[in-house]
Structures are given as C-alpha cells and as structure tokens.
C-alpha cells in the first residue's frame, strides 16, 4: 500500500473514531506496527493527529473542559474497558473496603465481582444500584449530583469521603500525562477523585489506551500515585514513574 493511501486511511480513522491504537491499523492496513508507527509519527510531525502512547488521537484531544455524557463514553472502547474491568474484579479481597468511582469502566468492574466479603462505597448513583444488585454490602456518599457522569459531588461529597480509611480505590480518568498527572474536566468532580485516593491504602487507575497523553482542565493526582490498570501501553518513560499493569483484550 502506497504511504499516501496509508495517511489518508489513518486520518480517516482518526476522524471517525478520535482515537486509534497501532495494533488495530496495523490489522485494518495490512502492514507492520513498525510502519504504522512510522506513519504516526510522520502525520504528528506535519500537524495532522496528536501521537500518544500504543496510538493516535485527533488533533481536538488535548487540553478540554468538555466531557460526554454516560451513554456515549458507555458505547466506545467496549472489549478494552472489560478487560480492565475483569482484572481490577480480581484484585478485590475478603474484608476488603472499597471506594468505586464514577465512570463507565468501574462501572463494567461491577459485572466482574464475585467476592461478596467486601464493602463498597461509591459516588456514582449507577453503580450503587448495580452493586446493591449484585447483592454487594454498599454505601452510597452525600453530596451534589453531577448529572453528566451521573456523579455525587462537591465539597459534601469530599466531607463524606474524609471519615473512610479504604483499602482500595478504583478510579477513573479522562486524560493521563506524565507531566500533569491524571485529570478530569470537572474541579467538583477533581475533589471527590483526590480525597478517595488520599484516603485509600492502594489507588488503581482504570483507563484504556485512549487516555494516554490526554489533558483535562484539572489534576486531580500526580502520575506515582495510583497503579494503572490499561489494555495496552508502548511508552516506556511513564513505566517509571509509576506501576502500569497490561491486560490486553
């Protein structure tokens, strides 16, 4: 295939899906990942996409304030978010205490439980009726409702969360930088993210591929402060700055 179908196909790709992983147009183009890599790179250079880690987003993925509601962050990224989610589920003990984010990969956490030993606290009003259903012991936190993410908020929300001692918490994330941290658009949100990890004994980030160098509004934790749980990762620098677990599809 000639290098100039190759962009066109990769730019197409870009534009319909915002974000593509290298191993995915490596399949889709019929050429090696060291060739798409090469296109990426080339394409980055000219200003035509942003490269990230495993991958490329459209130019339109960098620093932002706006966020997706539930439903569409539900229907992207499926297969990679349940891979995630079916290892964060492994790690949860007997007598555990657990703080589960707002989001719709620790949501899909939720169909992966099987140890009913552990307590769960959550901010997200989904994912106490499904935990509840699930026959999970679970507490649901005060605050303001953030209707977007379906999120308890606010400082009454952070209040809440300052009496727990959790032994572990399951996070989301809308961008991951290794210069900014982990961010999200929303500073009320930002503050219940922050409190849970401050009072959690572990912290794991759940994100799939497509957050890797993405830059929301505000940080809510410094990359070394939470284990990231991710399908697919190629940049070696942010392995040291923090645990990052590979789970693939």
């Not at 499904?130 to 009454?156: P, W």
Request: proline share 0%; hydrophobic share 40%; charged share 25%.
């Amino acid at each position: 295939m000639l290098q100039s179908v190759r962009y066109d196909r990769i730019l197409q790709e870009i534009e319909s899906r915002k974000a593509v992983k290298v191993t995915t147009l490596s399949d889709e183009l019929g050429v090696s990942e060291s060739t798409v890599r090469r296109d990426i790179n080339e394409l980055d250079k000219i200003g035509k996409l942003r490269k990230v880690f495993g991958g490329a987003v459209s130019l339109d993925s960098g620093i932002s304030a706006a966020e997706e509601d539930v439903l569409t962050k539900e229907s992207l990224n499926i297969s990679e978010k349940d891979s995630i989610a079916r290892y964060a589920a492994s790690l949860i003990n007997d007598n555990d205490f657990i703080f589960i984010d707002a989001g719709t990969t620790t949501f899909r956490l939720i169909d992966h439980i099987t140890n009913k030993k552990a307590t769960f606290v959550t901010n997200g009003i989904m994912a106490a009726e499904k935990l509840m259903n699930s026959g999970c012991k679970t507490y649901i936190i005060g605050g303001g409702l953030k209707a977007v993410t379906q999120a308890v908020v606010g400082a009454e929300a952070v209040e809440n969360i300052r009496k727990y001692n959790f032994t572990k918490c399951f996070m989301g994330t809308n961008g991951i930088d290794a210069a900014r941290g982990f961010t999200t658009p929303d500073i009320d949100e930002s503050m219940v993210k922050t409190a849970a990890m401050e009072h959690s004994y572990i912290s794991y980030v759940l994100a799939d591929h497509t957050k890797f160098g993405v830059i929301s509004s505000v940080s809510f934790a410094e990359i070394g402060d939470a284990i990231v749980i991710t399908d697919s990762l190629a940049d070696q620098e942010l392995k040291k700055k923090t645990v990052i677990k590979e789970v693939g599809e």
